[in-house]
């Protein structure tokens, strides 16, 4: 294969960003992504949730964002290797090579790791009969609003998904309940005073504690959290949002600075190995903030870096975007 400028590990939003941006600086990129397709969580996960931290949109569907996304971060001729995992990173006199699970050999002369939270499996309740109700009344994200056209909805959770997809459904399902097993929630203020004021019935100090059906839900049992108490509660479909267990995979043995499962960086978003930056909600670093709005900063900063590694001549910030020759969109 051969060696390009940026290889950028991970198709999702940070990834893509950083592909725009290190074609507007001249730079040949390529991403490699172990999904089928570019988009990362916007299009695996919730491809129709709204997403509100991107400036310019009140609100954008998340497919919407990711399609335009694709759109702007491929124009430059970019290379995409996808349902390809990156196994191993070596150094070599002009860089690093990285080697893929599937045997692949990719050259580059600097790595930009994008990977989000890396390979990702949503949390589960943990109860019995779960799995046999998987894609049967229980769903870990929603990629069709129209299978739950009419349905009672049991929402589980207490972070931005669960509110979001309260939101987001309202205009669709039937009697829809937000349960919780606390009074205290990690989702945006906005969100949770909508909810608060809209039909959605909240649950709280509630949580799952048996699945109740034969092959389709019809309902769960739900145990107080303080008293212990049970009661039925009747619904036919539960959304459940109570995060997603993450691993960096084979990242983890690239002799990178890691904790917590995030990438160490510095100032200019690099690791500890030279050439070799991380950007997006894989890095870590004091200030940290966990939006696709800061992300996307940090992908641009990180390009410039590497640019300037590459070329020493080069301006870090070269001149903002509207005084440069974009190539023309069809």
Same mark, same amino acid.
């Given at each position: 294969?051969?060696?390009?400028?940026?290889?950028?590990?991970?198709?999702?939003?940070?990834?893509?960003?950083?592909?725009? %941006?290190?074609?507007?600086?001249?730079?040949?990129?390529?991403?490699?992504?172990?999904?089928?397709?570019?988009?990362?969580?916007?299009?695996?996960?919730?491809?129709?949730?709204?997403?509100?931290?991107?400036?310019?949109?009140?609100?954008?569907?998340?497919?919407?964002?990711?399609?335009?996304?694709?759109?702007?971060?491929?124009?430059?001729?970019?290379?995409?290797?996808?349902?390809?995992?990156?196994?191993?990173?070596?150094?070599?006199?002009?860089? %690093?090579?990285?080697?893929?699970?599937?045997? /692949?050999?990719?050259?580059?002369?600097?790595?930009?790791?994008?990977?989000?939270?890396?390979?990702?499996?949503?949390?589960?309740?943990?109860?019995?009969?779960?799995?046999?109700?998987?894609?049967?009344?229980?769903?870990?994200?929603?990629?069709?609003?129209?299978?739950?056209?009419?349905?009672?909805?049991?929402?589980?959770?207490?972070?931005?998904?669960?509110?979001?997809?309260? /939101?987001?459904?309202?205009?669709?399902?039937?009697?829809?309940?937000?349960?919780?097993?606390?009074?205290?929630?990690?989702?945006?203020?906005?969100?949770?005073?909508?909810?608060?004021?809209?039909?959605?019935?909240?649950?709280?100090?509630?949580?799952?504690?048996?699945?109740?059906?034969?092959?389709?839900?019809?309902?769960?049992?739900?145990?107080?959290?303080?008293?212990?108490?049970?009661?039925?509660?009747?619904?036919?479909?539960?959304?459940?949002?109570?995060?997603?267990?993450?691993?960096?995979?084979?990242?983890?043995?690239?002799?990178?600075?890691?904790?917590?499962?995030?990438?160490?960086?510095?100032?200019?978003?690099?690791?500890? /190995?030279?050439?070799?930056?991380?950007?997006?909600?894989?890095?870590?670093?004091?200030?940290?903030?966990?939006?696709?709005?800061?992300?996307?900063?940090?992908?641009?900063?990180?390009?410039?870096?590497?640019?300037?590694? /590459?070329?020493?001549?080069?301006?870090?910030?070269?001149?903002?975007?509207?005084?440069?020759?974009?190539?023309?969109?069809?």
């Amino acid at each position: 294969m051969n060696t390009v400028d940026v290889t950028i590990i991970g198709g999702g939003p940070c990834g893509l960003f950083a592909s725009f %941006y290190a074609g507007l600086r001249g730079m040949s990129v390529r991403i490699i992504d172990s999904l089928p397709e570019l988009g990362g969580q916007l299009t695996a996960l919730y491809p129709e949730k709204y997403v509100y931290d991107m400036p310019g949109f009140p609100k954008v569907l998340a497919k919407d964002l990711a399609r335009e996304l694709i759109r702007q971060g491929t124009q430059f001729e970019t290379e995409v290797v996808l349902e390809e995992t990156a196994s191993a990173l070596e150094k070599t006199d002009d860089g %690093y090579l990285i080697r893929t699970l599937k045997g /692949l050999e990719l050259p580059t002369r600097t790595v930009i790791i994008s990977a989000g939270a890396g390979a990702f499996q949503p949390t589960k309740i943990g109860v019995e009969r779960e799995e046999d109700f998987a894609g049967k009344g229980i769903y870990y994200g929603v990629k069709d609003k129209a299978r739950f056209a009419g349905k009672n909805i049991a929402i589980v959770g207490g972070g931005d998904s669960a509110f979001d997809w309260a /939101l987001n459904l309202e205009d669709v399902a039937g009697p829809m309940t937000l349960i919780h097993r606390r009074d205290v929630f990690k989702a945006h203020e906005d969100s949770v005073d909508k909810v608060k004021a809209s039909r959605v019935e909240m649950k709280l100090w509630y949580a799952v504690k048996a699945l109740h059906g034969d092959g389709e839900i019809t309902g769960v049992t739900l145990e107080n959290t303080q008293t212990k108490e049970c009661h039925h509660h009747e619904c036919d479909a539960v959304i459940v949002n109570i995060g997603f267990k993450s691993s960096l995979g084979p990242i983890k043995e690239w002799g990178l600075d890691i904790e917590k499962n995030q990438i160490k960086v510095d100032e200019r978003y690099e690791t500890n /190995l030279p050439g070799v930056f991380a950007v997006g909600d894989v890095c870590s670093f004091p200030s940290k903030i966990k939006l696709i709005a800061t992300g996307v900063g940090e992908a641009a900063t990180a390009v410039c870096y590497a640019k300037t590694r /590459l070329d020493p001549a080069a301006k870090l910030f070269p001149g903002h975007s509207s005084d440069m020759e974009l190539p023309a969109t069809h």
